[in-house]
């Protein structure tokens, strides 16, 4: 009786005992694009510094940059754990773990990590981040054994001019089409293969209350290579290219964010702190892409 009313009491007073410090509650939503979004355009410039450390900004709903000013990480927060899209430069890795801590959000509650493509500034970090959080690496087919190794594929347009990373241990395969489910969290995975030949879109739903956008994380798509590969000497290669193309620029899409920022002019959109929706941005985006490509193949042709 006596232990029951000194429970009472003690609640009626809302009595806490301080156990150290409090992390930031991770249903608040934090570093809201209206004040980081400016910020983050102010601390970057024009750099394009793969390893220039960014503040966080909450793009949309649960969807947060936690990458750097010349390289895009991006963070989906879920009811039932967390994912992580591309984990940067080798040194990338550890200002990315900071900007997640910043925002509240435990490193141990991402379950996923997803991959773009197999360069080392946007995957050389994933070996340490999947080693800090414990998270499952999601990629292509002919991504993973790239990341496995570690080492740039032969076939790779840029072979002889990318550096190898750290090797990852890749515990799932997508193909085009597959969807990764985390509880409210819904995925889809788009080969998009021409800048590489693992590279990978994604797409998913972000709802802030009732307002919902679709996010998608386009996939560089440039046609860059080392000094003697040619384009067209790889038809079938092309074709994939342009098919890749074509299904990013017939994609549900309103909000853009690709692996290098600035290929979706990331700081131009952000400076203003206004709401990111451009529903034409992954065709525009595929348009740029398939003139540089055509570009590409002129100058081929005349050499």
């Known amino acids: ?74 963070l989906i927060v879920g009811a039932q754990g967390n994912v992580l899209i591309d984990g940067g430069t080798e040194a990338d890795a550890d200002l990315i773990a900071d900007n997640i801590r910043e925002l509240g959000f435990r490193l141990r509650d991402i379950r996923y990590i997803l991959v773009s493509h197999e360069h080392a500034d946007h995957v ?6 999947q080693k800090l959080s414990g998270a499952a690496v999601v990629a292509s087919a002919a991504a993973a054994r790239v990341l496995e190794t570690g080492q740039p594929a032969r076939d790779d ?3 002889g001019t990318i550096k190898p990373f750290p090797p990852v241990r890749v ?18 995975a788009i080969a998009t ?12 739903e972000a709802c802030d209350g009732a307002v919902c956008r679709t996010m998608v994380y386009a996939d560089s798509l440039s046609p860059v290579s080392g000094k003697d590969y040619r384009f067209s000497d790889h038809p079938a290669y092309v074709a994939a290219f342009r098919a890749s193309l074509a299904k990013l620029a017939a994609s549900r899409c309103e909000i853009l964010l690709t692996p290098h920022p ?42």
């Open 1 to 74: 009786m006596f232990a029951s009313l000194l429970a009472l009491l003690l609640a009626m007073q809302q009595i806490t005992v301080p156990l150290g410090k409090v992390p930031p509650h991770p249903e608040l939503p934090r570093a809201p694009i209206e004040q980081a979004g400016p910020a983050w355009a102010a601390e970057c410039g024009t750099s394009t510094d793969w390893e220039k450390p960014a503040p966080p900004v909450r793009l949309h709903a649960n969807t947060y940059y936690v990458g750097t000013c010349g390289i895009a990480s991006i």
């Open 124 to 129: 050389g970090g994933v070996a340490r981040l």
């Open 157 to 159: 347009p840029q072979f």
């Open 171 to 188: 515990e799932r395969v997508v193909r085009d089409g597959d969807s990764l489910v985390l509880d409210n969290l819904r995925i889809d």
């Open 193 to 204: 293969p021409g800048h590489t030949a693992g590279a990978t879109s994604w797409r998913w």
């Open 262 to 303: 600035d290929a979706s002019q990331f700081r131009e959109r952000i400076a203003a702190g206004k709401p990111l929706l451009d529903e034409g941005g992954c065709k525009a985006y595929a348009a740029k892409r398939g003139r540089d490509l055509d570009e590409r193949l002129a100058r081929e042709a005349v050499k």
